[in-house]
Protein backbone atom coordinates (compact mmCIF):
# COMPACT_ATOMS: atom_id res chain seq x y z
CA UNK A 1 0.00 0.00 0.00
CA UNK A 2 1.48 3.58 -0.67
CA UNK A 3 2.09 5.85 2.04
CA UNK A 4 0.02 9.16 2.42
CA UNK A 5 3.03 11.56 3.16
CA UNK A 6 5.78 12.97 1.01
CA UNK A 7 8.44 15.17 1.83
CA UNK A 8 9.61 18.08 -0.19
CA UNK A 9 12.20 20.83 0.08
CA UNK A 10 12.20 24.22 -2.00
CA UNK A 11 15.69 24.46 -2.24
CA UNK A 12 18.12 27.23 -2.01
CA UNK A 13 18.13 28.90 -5.62
CA UNK A 14 14.33 28.96 -5.72
CA UNK A 15 13.52 30.24 -2.52
CA UNK A 16 15.97 33.12 -3.05
CA UNK A 17 14.45 34.21 -6.19
CA UNK A 18 11.33 34.31 -4.10
CA UNK A 19 9.66 31.03 -5.84
CA UNK A 20 8.68 29.49 -2.27
CA UNK A 21 5.03 31.29 -2.32
CA UNK A 22 4.40 30.46 -5.81
CA UNK A 23 5.35 26.63 -5.43
CA UNK A 24 3.63 26.43 -2.12
CA UNK A 25 0.08 27.42 -4.37
CA UNK A 26 1.06 24.80 -6.96
CA UNK A 27 1.28 21.79 -4.61
CA UNK A 28 -1.77 22.89 -2.36
CA UNK A 29 -3.94 23.81 -6.09
CA UNK A 30 -2.57 19.98 -6.76
CA UNK A 31 -4.55 18.48 -3.49
CA UNK A 32 -1.49 18.17 -0.93
CA UNK A 33 -2.12 18.87 2.26
CA UNK A 34 0.82 20.49 4.18
CA UNK A 35 1.21 18.25 7.57
CA UNK A 36 4.22 20.43 8.82
CA UNK A 37 6.57 23.14 7.50
CA UNK A 38 9.56 25.12 8.16
CA UNK A 39 12.05 27.61 6.59
CA UNK A 40 15.51 26.64 8.01
CA UNK A 41 19.58 26.47 6.72
CA UNK A 42 21.05 23.15 6.66
CA UNK A 43 24.62 23.10 8.09
CA UNK A 44 27.26 20.99 6.02
CA UNK A 45 26.92 18.15 8.68
CA UNK A 46 23.45 17.53 8.26
CA UNK A 47 23.19 18.44 4.32
CA UNK A 48 25.71 15.41 4.60
CA UNK A 49 24.11 13.34 6.81
CA UNK A 50 20.46 14.15 4.36
CA UNK A 51 22.06 13.18 1.40
CA UNK A 52 24.26 10.48 2.73
CA UNK A 53 22.45 7.71 0.50
CA UNK A 54 24.29 9.93 -2.59
CA UNK A 55 28.03 10.08 -0.55
CA UNK A 56 30.62 8.71 -3.26
CA UNK A 57 28.86 9.88 -5.98
CA UNK A 58 30.01 12.05 -8.23
CA UNK A 59 27.11 15.09 -7.63
CA UNK A 60 27.72 14.57 -3.95
CA UNK A 61 30.06 17.59 -3.14
CA UNK A 62 28.36 20.24 -5.22
CA UNK A 63 24.45 19.16 -3.62
CA UNK A 64 25.79 19.43 -0.44
CA UNK A 65 27.77 22.82 -1.05
CA UNK A 66 24.70 23.55 -2.84
CA UNK A 67 22.23 22.92 -0.25
CA UNK A 68 23.96 24.58 2.63
CA UNK A 69 23.88 27.82 0.26
CA UNK A 70 21.15 29.30 1.66
CA UNK A 71 17.76 29.01 3.37
CA UNK A 72 15.20 26.00 2.10
CA UNK A 73 11.58 25.66 3.02
CA UNK A 74 10.72 21.97 4.15
CA UNK A 75 7.32 20.01 4.07
CA UNK A 76 5.53 17.09 4.81
CA UNK A 77 3.02 16.58 2.28
CA UNK A 78 0.12 14.73 2.12
CA UNK A 79 -2.03 12.61 -0.19
CA UNK A 80 -2.85 9.48 -1.50
CA UNK A 81 -0.03 7.91 -3.37
CA UNK A 82 1.82 11.25 -1.92
CA UNK A 83 5.30 9.97 -3.17
CA UNK A 84 3.93 8.88 -6.19
CA UNK A 85 1.81 12.10 -6.97
CA UNK A 86 4.92 14.10 -6.11
CA UNK A 87 7.11 13.03 -8.08
CA UNK A 88 5.12 13.46 -11.27
CA UNK A 89 4.25 16.81 -9.79
CA UNK A 90 7.95 17.90 -9.84
CA UNK A 91 8.77 16.32 -12.98
CA UNK A 92 12.37 14.74 -14.12
CA UNK A 93 15.48 15.67 -12.23
CA UNK A 94 16.93 17.32 -15.13
CA UNK A 95 14.82 20.05 -15.98
CA UNK A 96 15.47 19.52 -19.73
CA UNK A 97 13.77 16.16 -18.93
CA UNK A 98 10.85 17.13 -17.29
CA UNK A 99 7.68 17.86 -19.18
CA UNK A 100 5.88 20.33 -19.48
CA UNK A 101 3.76 22.36 -16.69
CA UNK A 102 6.38 20.12 -14.01
CA UNK A 103 7.76 22.50 -11.16
CA UNK A 104 10.94 21.51 -12.35
CA UNK A 105 10.14 22.23 -15.70
CA UNK A 106 8.99 25.80 -15.03
CA UNK A 107 11.66 26.77 -11.97
CA UNK A 108 14.64 24.88 -12.15
CA UNK A 109 17.96 26.34 -12.82
CA UNK A 110 19.69 23.20 -13.74
CA UNK A 111 20.34 19.40 -12.28
CA UNK A 112 21.85 20.80 -9.55
CA UNK A 113 19.83 23.71 -8.83
CA UNK A 114 16.35 21.88 -9.53
CA UNK A 115 14.01 24.01 -7.38
CA UNK A 116 12.83 21.08 -5.61
CA UNK A 117 13.59 17.83 -3.95
CA UNK A 118 10.92 15.41 -3.67
CA UNK A 119 11.03 11.36 -1.57
CA UNK A 120 11.79 8.45 -4.24
CA UNK A 121 10.00 6.12 -1.65
CA UNK A 122 7.38 5.64 1.34
CA UNK A 123 10.68 4.62 3.42
CA UNK A 124 12.87 7.48 2.14
CA UNK A 125 9.68 9.92 3.02
CA UNK A 126 9.33 8.65 6.55
CA UNK A 127 12.92 8.52 6.75
CA UNK A 128 13.41 12.22 5.51
CA UNK A 129 9.88 13.44 7.48
CA UNK A 130 11.99 12.24 10.96
CA UNK A 131 15.11 13.92 9.76
CA UNK A 132 13.40 17.57 9.75
CA UNK A 133 10.26 17.22 11.83
CA UNK A 134 10.03 15.83 15.45
CA UNK A 135 6.16 14.28 15.71
CA UNK A 136 4.98 17.03 17.78
CA UNK A 137 5.66 19.50 14.98
CA UNK A 138 2.77 17.04 12.58
CA UNK A 139 -0.46 18.53 12.22
Known sequence: MAGKITLTIIKPGAVSKGLTGTILNRI???GFRIAALQMTQLTRSEAERF????????????????????????????????VEAYRALIGATDPEKAEEGTIRKLYAQSVRENAVHGSDSDESADREAIFFFS???RF
Open 51 to 82: YEVHRGKPFYEGLVEFMTSGPIVVAILEKEDA
Open 135 to 137: MSE
Open 28 to 30: CEE
